[in-house]
């Protein structure tokens, strides 16, 4: 007998997200985001979604297409453009509820909601506007003799995680080759279910064959479900498979100036499906080359 | 050697932010911080701990804008979030788009909070670096929109906040410098508020109080910011900046 396959369509892993759900993103900024899943959460029926993430265009997608309703992130860039255009127009609109804490409380919440604790105390946010400007945070005084008075960061427990790997298996196990794991494990943990993206589903012996014990970051018992999008973190950062799309990430940032180029850029990359983009994408390359 | 630029008093003046630290991480944000603080490992503390920006901690200090070198540490961001902040062995030099006389930064937005009228990175890790490791700030244009007397959203905290906060805010509490085209400033005047520690050369502190939104305040004279030794000035020209990328930054005028 062995563990059964986790192997799915995108579609599929679509069929289990419902509107309302708290949907958690992995990657940071414009790197190594589940960017196939997140195109084709933007082409669903789905509405009304609380998206928790390290934000970048993952969130600036979902806010413009009117999918999400209120965001937890601590900021929002593109990396090598410092703003998120979309996710700055939707901010000044009011598009959504949006939370915004300390970086590192976010991994503590994170944190919390994978050892399924209520919250966990830290230092971070004492003083600051976060707590002023999110009512739901509260401090905590501690029972032994320092008596001080820390954060109590609450769990970011969430419905469904969507994170991105360059390579996985078909039981869940994951792995990523670049330098930084993010925090991908941990929004798996905060999870009831996660989905992991895949640059390529291989055989199991085959992960460790040229690459390090440690670069396993997801075990199988995290994760539900595995989809295969090849060149699915599209245009964030996938290194060492691939870098971030530059040229496509500026066209994006400049189209999202103003409605018109907005529209057209939607029309041309985002009104099809994972096929129709990826052909987008390439004759956009082949353009840019010529 | 002559023609020190501003850019090179900038530099100067953001190193001998570093030089005290001992084995630290230096994290510096932007680009003139990371002359800085290359020069700083170069000169008054080898013991620096620098990265490449990512996850690698670096050996050596490669030029501005290259990230080659040798790699002697894996330094990826939850460890910085989880490890390096919290444990405290960091000395941070952000950017502010708006900063106070009592030291409080703001990089989340400009306007209110609910709507704002710009909105800028967000609080990123600012919260967090004010209350467990010494944090500096790096200004390229000094205004009055910049250096205000009240931020919009308050994302690094200064002291008095810390203050109001608990001991738990105060006790790792460490604004050190406020370095800016113009001069370095730090926070002891009365009642934690924005002092001058020096001004560039061919630069006046009228000329400094007319740029600001605030008062600042002075002990006696303020001195010039100290010259580049003829070793730094190599150090920066040749090796850690051949192509000029602080010019930029901070032109000359």
Known sequence: MRAPSKELTIDEVLGRIESGMTVGIGGWGSRRKPMALVRAILRSDLTDLHIVSYAGPDVGLLLAGGKASKVTYAFATLDSIPLEPLFSQARVERAAEFREWDEGMFQTGLRAAAQRVSFLPMRAGLGSAVLENDPDLHTVRSPYDDQEELVAVPALNLDVALVHMNRADELGNGQYLGPDPYFDDLFCMAAREAYVSTEQIIDTAGLTVDASLQSLLLNRTMVTGVVETPNGAHFTDCTPTYGRDEKFQKAYATAAKTPEDWAAFHERFLSGDEAAYQAAVTAFREEAQA | ?253
């Open chain 2, 1 to 253: 050697m002559s023609d020190v630029t501003r850019s090179e008093y900038c530099a100067v003046a953001i190193a001998d932010c570093f030089a005290d630290d001992g084995e630290i991480m230096g994290s510096p944000m932007g680009l003139l911080p990371t002359l800085g603080a290359r020069l700083a490992k170069n000169t008054t503390n080898p013991a620096l701990m620098l990265t490449d920006g990512e996850a690698r901690i670096l050996r050596g200090t490669p030029p501005l804008g290259q990230s080659g070198d040798v790699t002697e540490g894996w330094m990826p961001f939850r460890l910085v979030l989880e490890s390096v902040v919290p444990y405290g062995k960091r000395h941070v030099m952000m950017g502010a788009t708006q900063i106070d006389r009592h030291g409080n930064q703001n990089i989340s937005a400009i306007g209110p909070w609910e709507q704002p009228t710009r909105q800028l990175l967000g609080v990123r890790g600012a919260p967090g670096n004010t209350v467990n490791n010494r944090t500096s700030y790096w200004v390229p244009k000094h205004s009055a929109r910049v250096v205000v007397e009240q931020v919009d959203i308050v994302s690094g905290i200064g002291r008095a906040r810390a203050e109001a906060a608990g001991p738990a805010a105060t006790k790792f509490h460490d604004v050190h410098r406020l370095v800016t085209n113009l001069g370095v400033f730090d926070f002891g005047g009365p009642g934690h508020t924005m002092r001058f520690v020096s001004v560039h050369p061919g630069v006046t502190v009228d000329e400094v109080r007319e740029a600001s939104g605030c008062e600042i305040h002075a002990d006696g004279d303020v001195p010039e910011t100290r010259t580049p030794t003829d070793g730094e000035l190599v150090l920066i020209r040749e090796l850690l900046d051949p192509t000029k990328l602080r010019e930029r930054e901070v032109p000359s005028s």
